[in-house]
């Protein structure tokens, strides 16, 4: 008698298939970098790390952790946004030691103008899904980057 397991194969099929509509919609984005680099001369990278700015000073190490990208890059990245007079980074006043890097107002104008999405056919279609639709697309979302960042920061730890 055979016994075959179906779980991983199900997992398996289903996984590869969540990855390849991932890069199906990861494709969706290249106008949208091109563009925001055309209005902008920013990355993906850079924006986000803009927005991020948008609650309150943080230091690098955790625009690092917010953005997904390593020490080394942001530190570049940093330095990109600061030649721009986007950020700046000061010293906290309590630990000499610790560097905040804060959104500047040309960096808050510079969010606000740039609208890359706006009236696009993502954004078209986004609008057409259902208010559940929406919820778990962002839910689902929000959890792969939550899960990957992590398995990320794991990978780093062990290294």
């Given at each position: 008698?055979v ?10 099929s289903?996984t590869?298939?969540?990855?390849l509509a ?10 949208f970098q ?8 920013l990355?993906?990278?850079?924006v986000?790390v803009l927005?991020?700015?948008r ?5 690098a ?7 997904g990208?390593?020490?080394a890059?942001?530190s570049?990245?940093v330095?990109?946004?600061e030649?721009r007079?986007l ?5 906290d006043t309590?630990d000499?030691?610790?560097v905040?890097?804060?959104l ?15 009236g ?6 986004v ?5 559940d639709?929406r919820r778990r697309?962002?839910?689902s979302l929000?959890?792969?980057?939550e899960l990957?960042r992590?398995l ?8």
């Amino acid at each position: 008698m055979v016994t075959t397991i179906s779980a991983p194969v199900t997992t398996q099929s289903e996984t590869r298939a969540a990855l390849l509509a991932y890069l199906d919609a990861l494709a969706l984005a290249e106008p949208f970098q091109a563009r925001l680099w055309q209005l902008s001369h920013l990355t993906l990278s850079q924006v986000s790390v803009l927005r991020h700015l948008r609650t309150g000073s943080q230091t690098a190490g955790r625009l690092a952790e917010l953005a997904g990208i390593s020490a080394a890059s942001i530190s570049r990245l940093v330095d990109r946004l600061e030649k721009r007079g986007l950020v700046s980074r000061r010293r906290d006043t309590d630990d000499r030691r610790q560097v905040e890097v804060h959104l500047e107002p040309a960096g808050e104008r510079l969010l606000g103008e740039v609208k890359v999405f706006r009236g696009s056919d993502l954004h078209h279609a986004v609008e057409a899904m259902s208010p559940d639709e929406r919820r778990r697309l962002t839910a689902s979302l929000t959890r792969l980057v939550e899960l990957t960042r992590e398995l990320a920061a794991r990978r780093e730890e062990r290294s």
